[in-house]
């Protein structure tokens, strides 16, 4: 039928009436009816022969059949396509488990199951963690060379290795010198709860720490210490420790420390029995990648404190690493109490001896004592409170004028109205 229409009606209709006077007149009918309609045609293949009334009823057929054609066509057009069917409505729960199993099916790269990378950088002020993560990612992170701690928040910052997007998170140290241990916990507590909910998981852990120092100090010890109650006993094979500043010491001190680090349980060889690795970090880029495509061959993990806090609903202080904090604090109070008691004892016998140079510089002890034993009361205390979400974006501030502590937003500018002098202070 497509065929057929391809040749216009008037053709058909000045082709019948040629054909007829041809015919009348005995003239030969090769080619002069369109092939299209030569099965048609073979009907009256003796129509010479045929009464002239032959031709009009033939040519009556082909205009009925004209109109049938048309007919069909015009309804043809009329009709509308069928509509696409109707996207089926899952509940939250059906889309949960719809997503989870694309989740399942994206392609991995090494061990992870997702191109989304999360790796944390920890350590001790000034070990180097910002200029680490400024290695990787050519953004320029606020980096310090003091004792000074640049790091009082939970920074991230994007990177691409390969077909892999890498969030590096640069942590406070718990040697922080304007944040108490609390306050660190809470922060990275916090950062770790909120990317558990948000199904954010880490793929691994990157401490650094530096191969000059002589001696491990209380601080190196205790931050070890706080990175194993955060990641819990199974997940240390996920843990690089790297030693930075090689270029400081000679080969032969960095290799000897580096073999009491590991040959002593509570520094390194506790971790190492765990599945640690341990690297030397050499201050470049390439050697940062190295690190860390070595974590992209493994497959993401739950920290202990994660399970902890987001599974089993647990208050900080209950958490190992909030159990860790507050013996710190229980051993802190009872030293202060202490202090302020023998401080009391001296006060009272300048006032008997009437030494008032004595009493001012007592009185001022007292008062700084007195002050620490409020912070630590108010430190254990927000270990009891729940984690809030959003802490993490938060960032520690002090009048410089009363040296009032104050938390606000990380869009604070640094500079407003001091809640306890009063007055517009600048706060660092």
């Keep these: 039928m497509e065929s057929r229409l391809q040749t216009p ?6 082709s019948t009436d040629d054909w007829r006077a041809n015919v009348d007149s005995n003239q030969a009918m090769p080619g002069m009816f369109p092939v299209e309609y030569e099965p048609l045609m073979g009907q009256i293949l003796e129509v010479h022969e045929l009464p002239g009334t032959a031709f009009d009823e033939t040519k009556e057929n082909l205009s009925d059949m004209k109109i049938l054609v048309e007919a069909q066509s015009t309804e043809l057009r009329s009709l509308k396509p069928p509509k696409p069917p109707k996207p089926s409505k899952l509940s939250t729960k059906d889309s949960l488990k719809d997503s989870s199993k694309t989740r ?28 680490f ?15 000074q701690s640049c790091t ?81 006993t199974k997940n240390l094979s996920h843990v690089i420790i790297a030693t930075t500043m090689w270029d400081t010491v000679t080969p032969e001190q960095g290799a000897e420390r580096e073999a009491e680090l590991l040959s002593t349980g509570h520094f390194w060889g506790m971790m190492k029995s765990a599945g640690s690795m341990f690297r030397r970090y050499d201050n470049t880029r390439g050697g940062a990648m190295a690190m860390v495509d070595e974590l992209l061959q493994m497959d993401s993990i739950v920290l202990q404190i994660q399970q902890e806090i987001a599974v089993q609903k647990k208050a900080l202080g209950d958490t ?20 302020m008691e023998d401080i009391r004892k001296e006060l009272t016998l300048a006032v008997e001896q009437k030494d008032d140079e004595m009493r001012k510089h007592l009185e ?42 104050l938390f606000n937003d990380r869009g604070f500018s640094g500079k407003g109205k001091c809640s306890g002098c009063g007055l517009g202070q600048i706060f660092v």
């Excluded at 009606?9 to 000045?14: G, I, K, T, V």
Aim: include cysteine; glycine fraction near 8%; charged fraction near 30%.
């Design 9 to 14: 009606w008037s053709a058909l209709d000045q």
């Design 104 to 131: 399942k099916d994206t392609k991995s790269y090494g061990g992870s199951s997702s191109t989304d990378i999360v790796i944390a950088v920890f350590g001790l002020t000034g070990t180097g963690k910002s200029s």
């Design 133 to 147: 993560i400024s290695k990787l990612t050519g953004k320029d992170l606020q980096i310090g060379h003091g004792l």
């Design 152 to 232: 009082s928040k939970i920074e991230e910052a994007q990177c691409k290795i390969g077909f892999c997007n890498v969030t590096l998170v640069d942590t406070p140290g718990f040697d922080d010198s304007n944040c108490n241990d609390t306050e660190i916990l809470t922060l990275i507590a916090s950062w770790m709860k909120e990317s558990y909910d948000d199904r954010t998981r880490l793929t691994g852990i990157i401490y650094l720490q530096r191969i000059s120092d002589n001696r491990m100090a209380g601080s190196s010890i205790k931050n070890l210490a706080m990175l194993r109650s955060l990641c819990g």
């Design 320 to 339: 190992v690493a909030g159990q860790t904090v507050n013996s710190d604090l229980k051993r802190l109070e009872k030293e202060h109490k202490k202090d």
């Design 364 to 405: 001022a002890a007292e008062k700084k004592i007195a002050e620490q034993l409020k912070e630590v009361e108010e430190s254990k205390t927000a270990l009891r409170r729940p984690i809030n979400r959003r802490a993490w974006y938060q960032q520690r501030w002090r009048c410089k004028g009363c040296s009032t502590k």
